[in-house]
Structure formats: C-alpha cells, structure tokens
C-alpha cells in the first residue's frame, strides 16, 4: 500500500508562477525524495532530503521537510512550459530499501 | 547503454496468458527493484534484489508474479494467468553501493495492458 499523499492531485498555473505541491506520509523515515515523471518517461530524481534536514535548495526547487508532522513540501519557482509533469515523493528507510511512492500530484503550466 | 533499459516497452496480453517482462540495469549495479505503477497511481514496490538474490518480495500482489535475476545483472518479471487487474505499468530501477544515499536510476517502463 502507498505510504505517501501529496495534494494537490492536480494543478495548473501559468507560465512564471510559482508551484507548492505537498506530501504526508506515515511512519518513520530516512529519506525523502521527489521525482518528476513525464508521459512515456521514466521517473527522474529530483532531490533529496534527509531526515535531519529542514530545508534544501537545487536551481529552481526548494523543498522543506517537517518530521514532526510527517509532511513536506516541494516548490518550483518561475516555472516552464516544460515543468508539466507529475511530481511524486517517495520516502525510504535508508540504504538499499525499495521506496515507498505517494499518488503523485499532476502539474500543468500553460503557456 | 547508459541508463536502465526495459523491453518490451508495451505488451498486450489476453486474459489467462504469461508474460515475461525484462529489465537490464545500469552496467555493474548490483541492486534492482521492480515496482508496478497503476494508472493515476504512483509506483508500488514490489521486490529487490542484490545481485542475483532476491532479498525482498513483500511486494508481489500474489503468488502469479515470479522475478529472477539468475547471474546477477538482467532480471526478469514474469506474470502468469495475466489478470485485468494486473494491467499497469512495470517499473524497474537499479542502484549501487557507491551512490550516495542508494540513489535508484528508473527505466521508461513497461505498459502491460491485459485484455
């Protein structure tokens, strides 16, 4: 069963605004990820965060983890034409563990 | 090649057929995982391997989903008597030691449609 529950499920902005997608999960974890997958792609590694981080930055991404409420958020900044995608967190327990995937939200940027 | 590749990338199958789905890995990455990614869903694990055993398979829906990984590089997923509820697709990713934080690398996919 999928640990992870990000919302929105769906989400359409225009070109250049920002993007919040969030995700919860339930037990305790390690990591948490999120990946972006396009139609007909595979899933891409966006970022990482660890379990003692509270904050972390890649380019345009800034994602935020609150471990005491089992939630984080991932924000796209200035976003493109070319952010539509689905975004997933996935949490794992260290190591060589299989991930634990949420539902995923849609994100669409209209141009 | 230099990401995970998977074959074939859509299968069609009847109803009460096998399949056997494929997945070669990054070259010299010893962990593999399968995960099945139904429509609008995000992706559920379903078994891991190291090299070519198979240390985790707490996620096979049932006792018709088989995976092996004989020499420890190419697996395979192989269904029997195919489901409606085991269309979806296939997802398979694998990983090394070296990497940082066991970083998985996916392949596109197989979209297993069963009729």
């Known amino acids: 069963s999928q640990q992870g529950e990000e919302d929105p499920q769906a989400l359409s902005i225009q070109e250049g605004e920002n993007a919040t997608m969030n995700c919860s999960y339930k037990?305790?974890?390690?990591?948490l990820r999120w990946y972006r997958q396009n139609s007909g792609r595979g899933l891409v590694h966006l970022i990482l965060?660890?379990?003692?981080?509270r904050e972390k930055h890649s380019g345009r991404l800034r994602v935020t983890l609150d471990t005491s409420k089992k939630s984080s958020s991932l924000l796209i900044t200035a976003s493109r034409a070319a952010d539509t995608a689905s975004y997933f967190c996935?949490?794992?327990?260290?190591?060589?563990?299989?991930?634990?995937f949420g539902k995923g939200t849609h994100l669409i940027i209209q141009p | 090649g230099a990401g995970v590749s998977q074959s074939p990338r859509y299968k069609v199958a009847k109803r009460g057929q096998d399949v056997a789905l494929r997945c070669d890995p990054i070259?010299?990455?010893?962990?593999l995982f399968w995960y099945q990614q139904a429509l609008g869903q995000g992706p559920e694990f379903l078994t891991y391997?190291?090299?070519?055993?198979?240390?985790?398979k707490s996620g096979l829906p049932s006792d018709r989903f088989f995976a092996e990984r004989p020499e420890g590089s190419v697996s395979t997923l192989k269904i029997q008597r195919t489901q409606q509820e085991d269309s979806a697709v296939y997802l398979c990713?694998?990983?090394?030691?070296?990497?940082?934080?066991?970083?998985?690398?996916f392949g596109p996919g197989t979209r297993l449609t069963v009729l």
């Open positions: 990713a694998s990983s090394s030691p070296r990497l940082a934080l066991g970083e998985q690398f």
């Open positions: 037990t305790s974890i390690n990591n």
């Open positions: 965060i660890r379990s003692n981080e």
């Open positions: 996935a949490t794992d327990g260290g190591g060589a563990d299989g991930l634990t």
């Open positions: 070259s010299g990455h010893v962990s």
């Open positions: 391997f190291q090299n070519e055993a198979q240390l985790d």
